[in-house]
């Protein structure tokens, strides 16, 4: 395959599907952030970080809530 213009040799764009949270794992996690802020109003940018920054310190803390959420079985694990 010759190299698309812009990148290095070896390495090649690939569109992805309009719907495919099977391979972008992230997307089925949103919903672990966006749950203290669904159907609220913030008064100020700064309570919206707020609130979100806490949100995502706790979820930090739950590993296996994030795996229930992200692991497909063909998603490769770390062994380190």
């Known amino acids: 395959v010759p190299p698309q213009e812009g990148h290095p040799p070896g390495i090649e764009t690939?569109?992805?599907?309009?719907?495919?949270p099977e391979l972008q794992p992230v997307e089925r996690a949103w919903n672990l952030t966006d749950?203290?802020?669904a159907n609220r109003r913030f008064d100020s940018l700064d309570e919206l970080q707020d609130v979100l920054g806490r949100q995502c310190a706790?979820?930090?803390?739950?590993?296996?809530l994030i795996t229930q959420h992200t692991l497909f079985h063909w998603w490769p694990l770390c062994t380190n």
Not at 14 to 20: A, K, N
Not at 58 to 63: S, V
């Open 35 to 37: 749950r203290p802020l």
């Open 58 to 64: 706790w979820l930090e803390t739950q590993p296996d």
């Open 14 to 20: 690939i569109t992805l599907p309009p719907y495919s």
